[in-house]
């Protein structure tokens, strides 16, 4: 009986029982917020807020489910690449590019402003405005089909702002880092990171459109081999963005964008790619990476002159995007209505905010403080956005 309790001792004190419990919180959060019609991801960062060091303390990370997170940012980061559609991109394509424009401008200018009147400094205003400027695509175009209007006029043009909000919050990303890297702004580092990010582009739109065709063989590889060849691809364009000046995830970010259907031999190859990368980024490492997220949340900032700080960057974002995209909306021809509907649908943030909030951390641009407050104003528009455009839509209609 001993030897027993002594191995099941020790499979409680190992890491397999820690992943195990992690496991086994993430799918019970899933099972509820899928049954109560709310973003798993919500639940998620909820569950590490409460479950987590933040309140109850009942959860801790240890070294192996932080290499798990970390790895769960590189998988995400290339499965949002895989959700550009390049072929959506071109639909829809000055109305789109403009609400994209509007959506991601309109946040950016209010939170740099926001961040800096409360002490911050210009890089942190920045980084601020930029995280608090995407859009979440996955969230959104659940939500969309789930109303019936992805399909529709004002569902398309959405989705389409969407993928070049996104792709704008990457460049903006990609400056704000490489400045943050020099750890100064003037002409001199903003030509340096502008040259970075023009021989990085200039080389991997040109690859991945023209070349990744041309590898079909080894992407359509059965076995898994071809899953690898798709992860050492990512890995060196993550090299090349790292080599001019760039983040790493900058590049896993693009090898996803041009990993599409017609570089496989098969559409069914391409689908069993893509729900692999699904399932392992959202079935498995995001959501443990969502998860220790809220573990560096510091509860005080609630109790202090931070709480003002939160209330005004959220209203802030809400304000710009919701504003910024259905102005633009507006000004391409949708109604009033409609334009409320992207500006709101445009508002939700998601999983690529959170992990540009982590890069800003391990960066040193973001204090515990501040991750802690977009982490806060993240849930709080990952959870208004789907209440509030399901109220507009069922209205509309």
Sequence with gaps: MSI?????????????????FFLLIIWVVGMLFKRIGLPIMLGEMLAGL??????????????????????????????????????????????????????TIGPFILGYFITTYFGGS???????????????IATKARILHELGLLKKKVGTVMVSAALYDNIFS????????????IGKVDFGSLTITLLGIIVFFSVTVPFGYYMFPKLKTF????????????LMVALIFGFF???????????????????????????????????????????FLGPIFFLT????????????????????????AIVGKVFGAALFAKLTGFSNRDSLIIGLGMNGRGM??????????????????????????????????????????????
């Design 241 to 283: 963005a790292e080599v001019v000046g760039l983040h790493f995830i900058i590049g896993v970010f693009m090898a996803g964008i041009f990993v599409r259907d017609e570089i496989m031999e098969s559409t069914d190859l391409y689908k069993k790619l893509f729900d692999t990368m699904y399932v392992i980024s959202y079935g």
């Design 219 to 230: 992407f359509s590889h059965k076995g898994g081999s071809g899953f690898t060849f798709s």
């Design 50 to 103: 409460i479950l987590g060091p933040p309140l109850l303390n009942i959860i801790q990370a240890d070294i192996h489910i932080e290499w798990l997170a970390d790895l769960g940012i590189f998988f995400l980061m290339f499965f949002t690449g895989m959700e550009v559609d390049l072929n959506k991109l071109t639909k829809q394509l000055k109305n789109a590019l403009l609400i994209a424009f509007g959506g």
């Design 293 to 316: 997220l809220s573990f560096h949340v510091d509860l005080n900032i609630l109790f202090t002159v931070d709480f003002l700080f939160l209330v005004i960057l959220t209203i802030g």
């Design 352 to 397: 690529v905010e959170i992990v540009l909030v982590v890069i800003g951390m391990e960066l040193g641009i973001l204090s515990d403080n501040y991750v802690s407050i977009l982490v806060f104003m993240a849930m709080a528009t990952t959870l208004i956005t789907p209440l509030g455009l399901k109220l507009i839509a069922k209205k509309k209609e």
């Design 170 to 181: 990457m460049i903006l990303f990609a400056v704000i880092v490489s400045i943050a890297k």
């Design 4 to 20: 027993f309790l002594e191995r099941i001792s020790n499979f409680m004190s190992g890491p397999s029982f820690t992943l195990l």
């Design 122 to 136: 210009v890089i942190q205003g920045l980084f601020i405005g930029m995280a608090i400027s995407v859009t979440s």
